[in-house]
């Protein structure tokens, strides 16, 4: 009788710190959607991917490089978004742009709902926060020029008084438009009627300020 040879199985390749941060951001991801941010633990990671600790802290340092690595990975989807609400360079801005902008902003929202819901929190962790808090200042920095020409030519008295509180008004405005969105359970609302809802009625408060 011939001995039977011995089956040889082939070994995992090892995965660098490089090839492995993807899964641990995705890993991030899930457990702040499902639990919150503050429950975004490097053990808790390491339990959902089935690894040892180590092998998280080979990828990131500590929590707060890698929750800063997670929105920046989404950071520039996120800002193009919402970019994407602004009147677009055009001083002649007219309530189409508006509309067709928050419809861009809102579509951004639908294809990236996990990301957002993290950074509108009500309860935001501290290091989410504080990034959150740099990318809204960019944008509303943004608009702010972007914003200036069009009072110009809508002839808004004293635009400069109020073109802080305009800018302001904008922010939280789309800051609304986004958590009416994610918390649409019932999906009364896509991004094309929320969008032109909201474009619509920021259009003619603008316009008459």
């Not at 002839?155 to 969105?181: H, N, W, Y």
């Amino acid at each position: 009788m011939n001995a039977q040879k011995p089956v040889h199985r082939a070994r995992a390749a090892h995965l660098g710190p490089e090839r492995r941060r993807p899964a641990v951001l995705d890993a991030a991801l899930e457990i702040a959607v499902e639990q919150g941010v503050a429950a975004v633990t490097m053990g808790a990671i390491a339990d959902r991917l089935q690894v040892a600790r180590t092998v998280v802290y080979a990828c990131f340092p500590d929590r707060v490089t890698l929750l800063t690595a997670l929105i920046e990975r989404e950071e520039e989807a996120l800002i193009l978004g919402a970019l994407g609400a602004l009147p677009r360079g055009r001083a002649k801005a007219d309530e189409a742009v508006f509309i067709e902008g928050f419809q861009a902003l809102l579509t951004v929202i639908s294809e990236r709902p996990n990301t957002w819901r993290i950074l509108m929190d009500a309860t935001p962790d501290q290091a989410v926060a504080d990034r959150f808090k740099w990318g809204r200042a960019a944008i509303g920095t943004h608009f702010a020029r972007l914003l200036r020409p069009t009072l110009a030519y809508w002839g808004t008295v004293d635009p400069e008084l109020k073109l802080p509180i305009l800018v302001e008004q904008f922010m939280s405005i789309c800051e609304g438009a986004v958590r009416s969105m994610l918390n649409d359970s019932k999906h009364e609302w896509t991004p094309m009627t929320l969008g032109a809802f909201v474009g619509a009625s920021t259009y003619r408060a603008f316009r008459h300020a």
